[in-house]
């Protein structure tokens, strides 16, 4: 089985600065890896995908992650955080030897302090 | 417009009263799932469905039941609904092609359970 561990709740940055959210994850087999975005009182969309090919993957908003198979990390980045990406984080994990199942992890609140 | 409609958005019930939730997408997706979203707990499995009539359970299926009559509808059932139930609820669905959710998720907007 796999899992998928969001190192730090609650991440604060300023406007600005650099974000980085921590995703790290388990499996037995080569993983497919997604973030998604939660903002308030509304579904989770997806950010971007990793599934085969290039490690780094670029998605919406400027966010990027890189995925490091020797780490087994997948975390998420962008360079200069904006208000509007005051947000929760998912993380998640799917393997196809599992039914397809996809686990997530249990989130990531950024807060940006203007 | 590509959507996963879930209704109601809200919902006040009392414990015992059975419920349903539905679930409805428009892209012909073979995969969908319900999750159930805690504080602090991220969002859980509770069933899964990877084409018509195929249902299996997630990580947390007790207290509720589901069918797939149609690739496009997923009802969610609590037939007794119990105060540890209270939760936000959320549809998702994925292409599949038999791997699961090796696609996209596409979600719905959510139903915020209360039972009192």
């Known amino acids: 089985a796999q899992s998928v561990t969001q190192l730090g709740s609650h991440v604060s940055v300023s406007e600005g600065a650099l974000v980085l959210l921590r995703c790290n994850y388990s499996s037995s087999v080569p993983p497919y890896l997604f973030w998604y975005v939660q903002y308030p009182n509304q579904g989770l969309q997806l950010l971007l995908k990793y599934t085969t090919g290039a490690t780094l993957v670029k998605g919406i908003n400027g966010f990027e992650a890189e995925f490091k198979k020797s780490e087994t990390s997948f975390h998420l980045t962008k360079p200069s955080a904006h208000m509007s990406d005051a947000a929760e984080y998912f993380c998640?994990?799917?393997?196809?030897?599992?039914?397809?199942?996809?686990?997530f992890g249990d989130g990531t609140t950024l807060t940006v302090k203007p | 417009e590509a959507q996963v409609t879930q209704n109601p958005r809200y919902l006040i019930t009392v414990t015992g009263k059975k419920l349903t939730v539905t679930c409805s997408q428009n892209?012909?997706?073979?995969?969908m799932s319900w999750y159930r979203q805690d504080p602090g707990l991220g969002l859980r499995q509770i069933y899964y469905?990877?084409?018509?009539?195929?249902?299996d359970k997630g990580d947390v299926p007790e207290g509720y039941k589901v069918s797939r009559k149609e690739k496009r509808n997923f009802p969610l059932i609590l037939e007794s609904p119990s105060p540890n139930q209270t939760s936000l609820y959320f549809c998702a669905s994925s292409l599949g092609q038999g791997g699961g959710m090796n696609t996209e998720a596409f979600f719905g907007q959510g139903t915020r359970l209360t039972v009192v």
């Open positions: 469905s990877m084409n018509v009539e195929v249902t």
């Open positions: 998640a994990v799917t393997v196809n030897t599992n039914a397809g199942k996809s686990t």
């Open positions: 892209m012909n997706h073979e995969y």
